[in-house]
Nanobody, 125 residues
Framework: QVQLVESGGGSVQAGGSLKLSCAAS????????MGWFRQAPGKEREFVASMSWATTAKYYADSVKGRFTVSRDHAKITVYLQMNSLKPEDTAVYYC??????????????????WGQGAQVTVSS
């Protein structure tokens, strides 16, 4: 079984920064891609950023382009999300996601089969 363990959430004022980490553990795991989604109260889970493990290609939601950066540590099977210039509308629970196989998409939840427990990010104005 694969576990994704997230860390780094918290509270920050608008304009501040946070960095999320997500480490995969458990059985032998070979990532095809890992990414981040978020879900605010009363809203659907939405795509934030993702990264192909083989090509290192990165994908971002328009709402976070230029502010958030996704990166990885290949050896540690860890994906990071550096969040700068945070806005109150970035407040949400952030979920790490991973897939071992291509599933047709890297920007929708159906493209992933492993999920982290979620990390709260709160941005105050």
């Amino acid at each position: 079984q694969v576990q994704l363990v997230e860390s780094g959430g918290g509270s920050v004022q608008a304009g501040g920064s946070l960095k999320l980490s997500c480490a995969a553990s458990g059985r032998t795991f070979s990532a095809y891609a890992m990414g981040w989604f978020r879900q605010a109260p009363g809203k659907e889970r939405e795509f934030v950023a993702s990264m192909s493990w083989a090509t290192t290609a990165k994908y971002y939601a328009d709402s976070v382009k230029g502010r958030f950066t996704v990166s990885r540590d290949h050896a540690k099977i860890t994906v990071y999300l550096q969040m700068n210039s945070l806005k109150p509308e970035d407040t949400a629970v952030y979920y790490c996601a991973a897939t071992e196989y291509p599933r047709g998409t890297l920007v929708f939840p159906r493209g992933y089969d492993h999920w982290g427990q979620g990390a709260q990010v709160t941005v105050s104005s």
